[in-house]
């Protein structure tokens, strides 16, 4: 899924006001601007009260939020919150 069509999906779930589970099992990779887009979500989430939890996070994402230097706390289990970096 391209950038501009995942933060469209966060601001769309932004005006639901709840928390919102990413499954994440599928993702291929992911460059810079996803990782912006999804840390700006966590931020923006996070100043409304909500959190973003992503749902068995794939090794390539993993391996991209590591090289830039974010630990998703218990990445061995099947759902992870996201913390603000």
């Known amino acids: 899924m391209a950038t501009q069509s ?3 999906d966060l601001l769309s779930a932004l005006s639901e006001e ?3 589970t990413i499954e994440a099992a599928a993702v291929e990779r992911v460059g ?5 887009v999804l840390l700006s979500a966590v ?4 100043s409304h009260g909500h ?3 992503i749902n068995e ?3 390539a994402l993993q391996s991209a939020l590591s090289l830039a ?4 706390p218990n990445c061995s289990n ?4 996201l913390l603000n970096a």
């Open 57 to 59: 996070p794939s090794e």
């Open 18 to 20: 709840a928390d919102i």
């Open 69 to 72: 230097a974010i630990v998703l």
């Open 43 to 46: 931020q923006t989430f996070s």
């Open 78 to 81: 099947s759902e992870t919150r």
């Open 32 to 36: 810079t601007a996803g990782i912006q």
């Open 6 to 8: 995942v933060k469209a």
């Open 51 to 53: 959190e973003i939890l």
